[in-house]
């Protein structure tokens, strides 16, 4: 089992839906949690952070779950610039090291 | 955030030669990490590079292949030795940084792309 599952997509909505993508990680001891964006061909660029009691920013808002071991990414009033593919990332909590472990992305496309 | 560059952004590389990557950080970091992006798949970690000491590779990753250097708080580099097609991929630098409110985030350098033929 991968330690960080994603539908990997791709997701086909029009301008102005709401989108929500899940993730499901497998390591309960996992501390920290975000959400990160990947243009085509271009580096990952950190989207959000998620915490416990959740967290908005303008259209897009995060939750976590832990007893299921699950996050959520929601996007309201999706605009064309919104396509990209959209990585869960999880911060395990064990030696110190501060690396990441990334899904495998689900790819959004906003069509017109 | 960190501001990130990495040298080269891109190369073409025959079989059986090494290529080594830089990347360089506008401020001192404490925890750089070197990736690997291979074409349609997500990120996986080669190693953390460690400042004054050798890096710690991930399973599969080792230092005679993978050689690091990180000489300062804000330089590293990541050779990719006697290279091979199999080593076609996006080789990314990575930073841990402190935000305001005391969270540790993590950015990346713009990549390298290399292609062996």
């Known amino acids: 089992r991968k330690e960080v599952e994603q539908d990997p997509g791709p997701f086909n909505v029009p301008e102005g839906a709401t989108v929500a993508f899940n993730c499901t990680y497998s390591n309960s001891a996992s501390q920290s949690f975000f959400w990160y964006r990947q243009d085509c061909r271009k580096e990952p660029k950190l989207l959000m952070s998620?915490?416990?009691s959740g967290n908005e920013d303008g259209r897009f808002t995060a939750q976590l779950n832990r007893a299921s071991q699950y996050i959520s990414l929601l996007i309201r009033d999706s605009k064309l610039s919104d396509s990209a593919t959209y990585l869960c990332?999880?911060?395990?909590?064990?030696?110190?090291?501060?690396?990441?472990?990334f899904g495998s992305g689900t790819r959004l496309q906003v069509q017109p | 955030s960190a501001v990130i560059s990495q040298k080269p952004s891109r190369d073409i590389c025959q079989r059986g030669t090494s290529l080594t990557i830089q990347c360089q950080v506008d401020?001192?970091?404490?925890?750089m990490f070197w990736y690997r992006q291979q074409p349609g798949q997500s990120l996986t970690l080669i190693a953390t590079a460690n400042q004054g000491s050798e890096a710690t590779y991930e399973s599969g990753f080792v230092i005679d292949k993978f050689p690091i250097s990180r000489p300062n708080l804000t330089f590293s580099t990541l050779t990719v030795s006697n290279m091979s097609p199999e080593d076609s991929s996006i080789y990314l630098c990575?930073?841990?940084?402190?935000?305001?409110?005391?969270?540790?985030?993590?950015?990346f350098g713009p990549g390298t792309r290399l292609t062996v033929t």
């Open positions: 998620v915490y416990s």
């Open positions: 990332v999880v911060m395990p909590r064990d030696t110190g090291r501060r690396a990441l472990t």
């Open positions: 990575s930073v841990v940084t402190v935000n305001r409110a005391g969270s540790h985030e993590q950015y």
């Open positions: 401020s001192q970091v404490t925890m």
